[in-house]
């Protein structure tokens, strides 16, 4: 995949980094600039969830934001969540593209004016399948992207309500909102489309080892997320495609999006 030389990124990391994290690659946000990250970028990091905000002033120097995931609360009323809801209203109205993940999926959905709360149906750990709406899976018949992509998902919350104007791109037998834009510079994602099965069952077991989830409920997501490769390389194209803008998510006519599409469908 060619780059874009000058291109500038950040990271609002709303997680604090696990010792294997660290070691393996560097922290979460070495990970999702493993995924995301090409040749002449510039990436930055902002710690939000310790309170390290980038400056009102720096915003503009951006091409992309990525919001991580997090132990905290979407709907929680800390100080650090409430400023980033505040700094994410700021980028919308500056028509800035922003990737929400897990957490920051859901803190996308809450900041645009949506509902965030537990998931009635508890906690979501392992690999599941993704179904893409007609509406967006239709524009991409010709290329014969796939319907329906795994990815590894980790959560207990939700947006149980879409915000105004928003559009579900995606769901589960599980989760009805698992994917949504907001008009053509905004995607949250729930589940993890950075994470490998690694990191997911190094965090299968810091749950359990602080009484999140139940060793039964540790033992079944093992056991199934070992059965089922997550489809990392089609949703790493896919998330460089939207943040980088390549494409028009609504249209994908883009002729540089339809050879990556092309790429990927080569690659499964």
Sequence with gaps: MSNIRGKRFAVLLCAEDSEYVKKKYGGYSGVFMKMLAEEGEIWEVY????????????????????????????????????????????????????????????????????????SPTGWDIGVRTITFSPSWSLALSSLQLPSHLSIIECHRDEIRELPPKAEVLGWSDKTGIEMFKYGDHMMGIQGHPEYSTDILFQIIDRLTQRDFIMEAVAVEAREKAALWDPDMEAWKRLCINFLKGYSDINGMGNEKFCKEVHDILKLN
């Design 47 to 118: 710690k939000v969830a310790s309170g390290e905000f980038p400056q009102d002033d720096d915003l503009s120097l951006y091409d992309g934001f990525v919001i991580s995931g997090s132990c905290s609360d979407a709907h929680g009323n800390d100080k650090w969540i409430h400023d980033l809801i505040t700094l994410l209203n700021k980028l919308q109205s500056m028509n800035k593209k922003t990737l929400g993940i897990c957490f920051g999926h859901q803190i996308l959905g809450r900041a645009l004016g949506g509902k965030v709360s537990r």
